[in-house]
């Protein structure tokens, strides 16, 4: 009898540590561990220009007045509706009721109104000032309702809005969102270690649906090698923009995993400072154009994953014009070009590379093509912060190679959208940036995992309708 008692209650301990092992298998299918390669500088996306804010933070933590999704699509978001004049100036914007910044601060009318004019301001920080360049005043008319009257009619207005830079933010939590974000978002910020992860924790108080998924982490992994043992190990359940085109083979031939191929924004670019000598003389930037094979470097660099482009803009547009007859690959061309510029015997020059696999491994293909015409590279190879610092911000370099995630970016060159077509040919005639391809979405992430976009109409990992099946 005691060695049947002794046996009962062993198997009762059993059955008590399946049950067990079996609600915290449940509750894991909450969480989920997303790989990214880059490190977001900070996380407030209305003072940074680097794509990595967005895709820890867009939808998840921050929100604005409209969001795009997945498939580029204006939506509603701290704004329930509007309307539109007939004249198209002015925008009257109704607010949800009930939100709730994550520090428990109200949301309504007059934080739109602190959050467009502090963008607005001559000493915004925002890397996207253009974005609010038409607005003319923002007016709080009681607490849910918002009049926005523009300069002159902009079609894509409300498209503009939906942007991480034109996230929703409280005055009272604003100067410290780089390093603690606080949003209206489903999730909340929970806590940053550096050169690791950022993890994100339940909004209990959401205004809206709230998402299948409780927690997330965003693990930060720059090395595609270790990229690919991560995921292999289920470390991490999915990295939206996978790192390593090479090794698409091997998941696609393992049922535990998908591997979905998207388009994004991404024109990536050999970007010139044409500012500077010798790349102020247009001859040596169509030099440079016509030593570039950009087919060459999609298959070299990215393995196939990729699409040539010829201006800055996406092919996937309706306004894309396909200029990528315009300067045909032709390296005697090339230093025909050089030596009429005044370099018969060719040129040296510094080629900076950001840490993506598009660009160190693009920088090596770039350097052989440009060798051959006479240009001598040097590649230096830079982290991403010394990037935003040297290259975006104080033009200290040659070249270098990026990837325009933005949307609709050829506002950059601050050309109306109307002559978009026009611009995209003006800007490639000017040579003054060698296109190389359309940045294609590889996605790879756990087979069970649903609701993870396919496609990046904005630099985003919106979480909001992923789920585990």
């Known amino acids: 009898m005691i060695q049947l008692k002794s046996q009962l209650k062993k198997f009762g301990l059993i059955f008590v540590a399946m049950l067990i092992g079996a609600f915290q298998s449940q509750a894991a299918k909450t969480h989920l561990n997303m790989g990214m390669v880059l490190e977001p500088p900070h996380l ?16 998840n933590v921050f929100e604005g007045l409209t969001r795009i999704n997945r498939n580029g699509e204006v939506l509603p978001a701290l704004a329930k509706s509007w309307e539109i004049s007939e004249d198209g100036l002015k925008y009257t914007f109704h607010l949800q009721s009930g939100v709730k910044f994550h520090d428990g601060a109200s949301f309504d009318a007059y934080d739109v109104v602190f959050s467009l004019e502090r963008a607005m301001a001559e000493g915004s920080v925002n890397a996207q000032k253009a974005l609010f360049k038409p607005i003319a005043k923002v007016v709080a008319s009681g607490n ?25 933010v409280d005055q009272g939590s604003s100067a410290t969102n780089k390093s603690k974000p606080v949003g209206t978002g489903p999730f909340v910020f929970k806590r940053w270690v550096s050169g690791d992860r950022v993890e994100l ?32 190990a289920g470390d991490v359940d999915a990295f939206a923009n996978f790192p390593a085109p090479e090794m698409a083979g091997q998941f696609k031939n393992d049922s535990r995993f998908s591997v979905v191929e998207g388009s994004t924004e991404g024109e990536t670019i050999l970007s010139t400072n ?33 699409t040539p482009i010829g201006t800055h803009f ?87 190679i990026v990837s325009h995630t933005e949307p609709m970016d050829i506002g950059i060159y601050t050309q109306r959208y109307a002559l978009m077509g026009a611009a995209q040919a003006v800007i490639a005639q000017d040579a ?38």
Do not use: C
């Open 314 to 400: 996406a092919p996937h547009h309706p306004a894309y014009v396909d200029l990528k007859g315009l300067y045909p690959h032709d390296p005697e061309k090339a230093k025909a070009l050089l030596a009429e510029a005044g370099f018969p015997n060719g040129l040296k020059a510094t080629l900076k590379l950001p840490p993506p696999t598009y660009a160190r491994r693009g920088g090596e293909v770039i350097q052989a093509q440009m060798a051959k015409v006479g240009i001598e590279l040097e590649l230096i190879p830079v982290e991403w912060a010394q990037w935003l610092d040297q290259v975006f911000r104080n033009k200290d370099f040659d070249l270098t």
């Open 201 to 232: 924790g339940p909004n209990p108080n959401y205004w809206g649906e709230k998402p299948a998924l409780k927690t997330a982490t965003f693990k930060f992994i720059p090395d595609a090698a270790a990229a690919v043992a991560a995921i292999m």
């Open 144 to 168: 849910q309702k918002v009049v926005i009257t523009l300069k002159n009619p902009t079609g894509h207005f409300l498209f503009n809005l939906g942007w991480g830079d034109a996230v929703m």
């Open 432 to 469: 003054v940036n060698g296109y190389l391809f359309q940045l294609a979405k590889l996605g790879i992430w756990n087979s069970n995992l649903s609701g993870l976009w396919e496609n990046s109409p904005v630099q985003a990992n919106d979480l909001t309708e992923v789920s585990w099946k």
């Open 44 to 59: 407030d996306p209305t003072a940074g220009a680097a794509a990595a804010i967005d895709e820890v933070v867009y939808a």
């Open 274 to 306: 044409n500012q500077k000598a010798p790349f102020n003389d247009l001859r040596v930037r169509r030099a440079i154009a016509h030593a570039l094979n950009a087919q060459e470097i999609v298959d070299g660099a990215m393995f196939g994953y990729g």
